[in-house]
């Protein structure tokens, strides 16, 4: 979806709303998908339509060079093409089925963080720390080197220096009708659905 353009359409769940169940609940996956990440889409292509020379940007290219554009249309893209990026990477990365990352993926993750363990310690209290809303992400450099950030509200990643692995989504209506207001346990839950093969393939030579 990174790659495309406008008009943007709701990306398909990858599996049933159900599927993730007992780790995140259907209702939450139908309001979450069906109603919060169509917002973003629908909000980005009325934003795009009054706009026609960005029309043919693709919406990795419209987030990576946003500050460049006037305050009032970086604030929009930020806030809805961030949202579209932000939710479609989300639910790309989960998967009903029990997944490992690639050698490759792994032996970085290793090198980097030093146990898989240790990854989701480190992205854990990234993503509880977050103060209100907003994403922690696992990225790499140009070096290949496997990072942690976190962004606030629907603020992209910083995609000219960082790409993206896999995030979590810590919006409350990720998690509050089956988690209330317990972050942590939200994230545990999580770690059960990453779709360790996706994440691998966007890794190099994942």
Known sequence: MLEQHYPFTLPPLPC??????????TETMRIHHDIMFKKYVDNLNMILKD???????????????????????????????????????YFDG???????????????IIRDF????????????VA???????YAWLMYDSTSKLRIVKTPNQDPPP??????????DVWEHAYFLQYEQQRDKYFDAWCNVIDWEKVSARYPAG
């Open 51 to 89: 706009n026609p020379i960005y029309q043919d940007w693709s919406l990795h290219n419209l987030l990576a060079y946003s500050s460049d554009f006037e305050d009032l249309m970086e604030t929009a893209l930020k806030n809805n093409g961030g949202g579209v990026m932000n939710h479609y990477m």
């Open 128 to 134: 509880i720390s977050q103060f209100g809303s907003g």
């Open 16 to 25: 049933a709303y159900n599927a993730l169940e007992p780790y995140i609940d």
């Open 159 to 168: 995609l000219l220096i960082l790409q993206p692995l896999l995030v979590i």
């Open 114 to 125: 030093g146990s898989m363990q240790r990854l989701c310690q480190v992205m854990k209290t």
């Open 94 to 108: 989960m998967t009903p089925n029990k997944t490992e990352p690639s050698q490759n993926l792994r032996t970085a």
